[in-house]
Nanobody
Framework: QVQPVESGGGSVQAGGSLRLSCAAS????????VGWFRQAPGKEREGVAT????????YYADSVKGRFTISRDNAKKMVYLQMNGLKPEDSGVYYC??????????????????WGQGTQVTVSS
């Protein structure tokens, strides 16, 4: 299993947009739900959004509902996170991961494996 590679992060002003990409190869990502998480300095990693295998089922953290959209292209083995209306509190390192455990909530990091190195998002006010 090859680790995913996240990209698309950067520095933007509040109200701006970014589109994060998660490039994954291998069996695991194409046959599992995928989640986006973020971690700010001194804080725990938190679930941002998750998408089912076929892309028809999605869940979002309350803090990003209506602003973020998760999608996937299984043919290209890509998962995306479109982030609009960014706020300073959205800053952090964003990670994608494949969900292989279903004993807890979608937003719990321990439900996921095969984490990437992350991409930094910085939103200034």
């Amino acid at each position: 299993q090859v680790q995913p590679v996240e990209s698309g992060g950067g520095s933007v002003q509040a109200g701006g947009s970014l589109r994060l990409s998660c490039a994954a190869s291998g069996y695991t990502y194409s046959t599992n739900a995928v989640g986006w998480f973020r971690q700010a300095p001194g804080k725990e990693r938190e679930g941002v959004a998750t998408i089912g295998i076929l892309g028809s089922t999605t869940y979002y953290a309350d803090s990003v509902k209506g602003r973020f959209t998760i999608s996937r292209d299984n043919a290209k083995k890509m998962v995306y996170l479109q982030m609009n209306g960014l706020k300073p509190e959205d800053s952090g390192v964003y990670y994608c991961a494949a969900r292989q455990i279903y004993s807890g909530g979608w937003y719990e990091a321990d439900q996921y494996n095969f984490w990437g190195q992350g991409t930094q998002v910085t939103v200034s006010s």
